[in-house]
């Protein structure tokens, strides 16, 4: 691996021509020729992306690489980045978000001075204006080394917060589920096993869009693409299940699988009841329960997606023989309430 380049960032790219332009402005830009590289990967885009890419390319030959290859969605274009990755670390930056650019530049100049496993930075969630929507940061402090152990505490992992050294990944030979939606759970999930030391960033790195017409949070989408959801979660843990972990890792990969667990059984039982064919999740369940009756147990525990309630609402559907509760009916009206409250 060339040590030079500090970080190789990973864009993903299918049909984004109205976002394009702006997330690789975020990274193209001179003065970090020598330090990062860029590997767009277009997915077959049937839209302008690959000439957009190629004109930034043009510009940008030292720092832009762009991969053109058959659509085999987000998975396959994370696999296609790391066989080519020369970075130390490296991170995703999807295509319709970008780079906070004062954020981005003091970033990698911090990691170019450390050695860790993996770095932590906040990030902003934004509308389509680039309105903040709401900042995530972590409770850690900036220069210290911190012990995988800290990451079992209480906080929210999004991909946006993180990046990985590079030969981490290659030494598990990690790559992630092709031809489904998704796999960003995945890049939270097996590469953190790699994980005995972390850092921090506090200042935000990242600005993730949020509110575009398809994209896979959209409700309507979730609904269309819910196997993808379940043939992730059975990816995690049949991976989780072939491996050996350390009692940190196994917290924190237990951790992961239950918090998908709960998107999914919320997604059935709450959000959407009665908008799926619910005999995808009694085969989900039936599934868990051969596989491992400890986590089968654990998500007994989950609570509905609402703080402060505490109900075990699937062992109560598990218990009721798979039949819809009135409680679990009233968790349901509750969230179509609040729902709506937001749209307001």
Same mark, same amino acid.
């Given at each position: 691996?060339?040590?030079?380049?500090?970080?190789?960032?990973?864009?993903?790219?299918?049909?984004?021509?109205?976002?394009?332009?702006? =997330?690789?402005?975020?990274?193209?830009?001179? +003065? @970090?020729?020598?330090? *990062?590289?860029? &590997?767009? $990967?277009?997915?077959?885009?049937?839209?302008?992306?690959?000439?957009?890419?190629?004109?930034?390319?043009?510009?940008?030959?030292?720092?832009?690489?762009?991969?053109?290859?058959?659509?085999?969605?987000?998975?396959?274009?994370?696999?296609?980045?790391?066989?080519?990755?020369?970075?130390?670390?490296?991170?995703?930056?999807?295509?319709?978000? =970008?780079?906070?650019?004062?954020?981005?530049? +003091? @970033?990698?100049?911090? *990691?170019?001075? &450390?050695? $860790?496993?993996?770095?932590?930075?906040?990030?902003?969630?934004?509308?389509?204006?680039?309105?903040?929507?709401?900042?995530?940061?972590?409770?850690?402090?900036?220069?210290?080394?911190?012990?995988?152990?800290?990451?079992?505490?209480?906080?929210?992992?999004?991909?946006?917060?993180?990046?990985?050294?590079?030969?981490?990944?290659?030494?598990?030979?990690?790559?992630?589920?092709?031809?489904?939606?998704?796999?960003?759970?995945?890049?939270?999930?097996?590469?953190?096993?790699?994980?005995?030391?972390?850092?921090?960033?506090?200042?935000?790195?990242?600005?993730?869009?949020?509110?575009?017409?398809?994209?896979?949070?959209?409700?309507?989408?979730?609904?269309?693409?819910?196997?993808?959801?379940?043939?992730?979660?059975?990816?995690?843990?049949?991976?989780?299940?072939?491996?050996?972990?350390?009692?940190?890792?196994?917290?924190?990969?237990?951790?992961?699988?239950?918090?998908?667990?709960?998107?999914?059984?919320?997604?059935?039982?709450?959000?959407?009841?009665?908008?799926?064919?619910?005999?995808?999740?009694?085969?989900?369940?039936?599934?868990?329960?051969?596989?491992?009756?400890?986590?089968?147990?654990?998500?007994?525990?989950?609570?509905?997606?609402?703080?402060?309630?505490?109900?075990?609402?699937?062992?109560?559907?598990?218990?009721?023989?798979?039949?819809?509760?009135?409680?679990?009916?009233?968790?349901?009206?509750?969230?179509?309430?609040?729902?709506?409250?937001?749209?307001?």
């Amino acid at each position: 691996m060339n040590n030079q380049l500090t970080l190789s960032v990973v864009i993903p790219t299918y049909n984004m021509e109205r976002f394009l332009n702006r =997330c690789l402005s975020s990274v193209c830009i001179k +003065k @970090f020729i020598g330090q *990062i590289e860029v &590997i767009l $990967v277009n997915d077959g885009s049937t839209d302008s992306s690959l000439a957009i890419a190629t004109s930034f390319n043009q510009s940008f030959p030292e720092l832009l690489r762009v991969i053109d290859k058959p659509n085999g969605n987000y998975g396959s274009c994370i696999n296609a980045a790391l066989d080519l990755a020369n970075g130390k670390y490296i991170k995703i930056l999807d295509a319709d978000d =970008c780079f906070d650019p004062i954020g981005f530049e +003091k @970033f990698v100049d911090y *990691i170019s001075k &450390i050695d $860790v496993d993996l770095i932590l930075s906040d990030f902003d969630m934004v509308d389509e204006k680039g309105k903040v929507i709401r900042h995530y940061k972590y409770p850690y402090k900036l220069h210290e080394t911190y012990p995988v152990t800290k990451l079992n505490e209480p906080i929210e992992m999004w991909m946006h917060a993180v990046a990985y050294r590079t030969d981490n990944l290659r030494e598990i030979q990690y790559s992630q589920t092709e031809g489904v939606s998704y796999t960003d759970q995945e890049w939270l999930f097996l590469p953190m096993s790699t994980v005995n030391t972390f850092s921090y960033f506090p200042k935000t790195v990242y600005r993730y869009t949020v509110g575009r017409s398809g994209q896979t949070i959209d409700p309507d989408v979730f609904i269309r693409k819910i196997d993808d959801e379940i043939t992730g979660f059975r990816v995690m843990l049949n991976e989780y299940l072939e491996g050996q972990w350390t009692n940190e890792h196994d917290r924190y990969l237990t951790g992961r699988l239950l918090t998908r667990a709960g998107t999914i059984y919320s997604a059935f039982l709450i959000y959407y009841l009665g908008g799926m064919n619910m005999e995808k999740l009694v085969s989900l369940d039936k599934f868990i329960s051969d596989k491992s009756q400890r986590l089968y147990y654990l998500t007994n525990n989950i609570n509905p997606p609402f703080k402060l309630l505490k109900y075990k609402y699937i062992h109560d559907w598990r218990k009721n023989g798979y039949r819809i509760s009135l409680m679990i009916r009233i968790l349901h009206y509750i969230k179509k309430i609040r729902r709506k409250i937001c749209r307001k």
